[in-house]
């Protein structure tokens, strides 16, 4: 069946222009969650959404960065007036319910600032 | 103190070897605790939850010490395919799902 997706796969952006990342999330599940993923480190939570609702953006770094879920399906992460420092991996999970369940990870998105 | 924290490697270990690999957390409200894997260039994946009685999975066990706040997993008879980096992830607090992943051990099975 199909797993979960992201894209753009890879996005190269100047810095100070906005980018939009999508997330389509395994068909069904409730919980959606956004992980930022440096080289070499674990992923770094930013956000996770049950259903429509965004029940926790305390990882998010700052007020550039947003995230939305408004059908309670595919959720895009945006990144305003982006920097360089925001280059990294960015990744999207999803979960068939929540706590306790297991995340099936998408396949990321590149993003580099230039 | 980090909130989780892991050696990260490399073990390069030989086939056939047993191996085991630490992972301590911070936060004692923690309830949720995995191993996922992650091979190079790739997502993680769930490799198993970590429950409180420890458990295992064919060549692999997991334990939980909730008073000492770490988290083992051990694999036994290591396959080339076992090559990949292993993260510890814990929820930051009692039964919310803000996951926090350790930085990752790496593992490489030599032949």
């Known amino acids: 069946g199909a797993g979960v997706s992201q894209s753009p796969r890879y996005k190269v952006t100047k810095r100070g222009q906005d980018v939009a990342l999508r997330c389509d999330p395994i068909?069904?599940?409730?919980?959606l969650y956004w992980y930022r993923q440096a080289l070499g480190q674990g992923p770094e939570f930013l956000t996770y959404f049950n259903y429509e609702a965004q029940q926790d953006k305390s990882g998010l770094p700052n007020d550039r960065f947003s995230a939305e879920r408004p059908e309670g399906s595919i959720s895009t992460l945006t990144i305003q007036r982006t920097e360089q420092r925001d280059s990294a991996m960015y990744r999207c999970?999803?979960?068939?319910?929540?706590?306790?369940?297991?995340?099936?990870f998408g396949p990321g998105t590149r993003l580099t600032v230039l | 103190r980090k909130e989780v924290e892991q050696d990260p490697g490399p073990f390069n270990v030989p086939e056939g070897a047993t191996v085991a690999f630490n992972c301590t957390y911070s936060n004692s409200a923690s309830q949720s605790f995995f191993w996922y894997r992650q091979d190079c260039r790739k997502e993680p994946k769930l490799l198993m939850s970590?429950?409180?009685s420890g458990n295992e999975d064919g060549r692999f066990t997991a334990q939980l010490n909730r008073a000492s706040q770490y988290i083992s997993l051990l694999i036994r008879d290591s396959k080339l395919s076992d090559s990949a980096t292993y993260l510890c992830?814990?929820?930051?607090?009692?039964?919310?799902?803000?996951?926090?992943f350790g930085p990752g051990t790496r593992l490489s099975v030599l032949p």
């Open positions: 068909s069904g599940h409730v919980s």
């Open positions: 999970a999803s979960s068939l319910s929540g706590f306790g369940d297991e995340q099936f």
């Open positions: 992830v814990v929820n930051r607090d009692n039964y919310g799902q803000n996951f926090v």
């Open positions: 970590v429950y409180s």
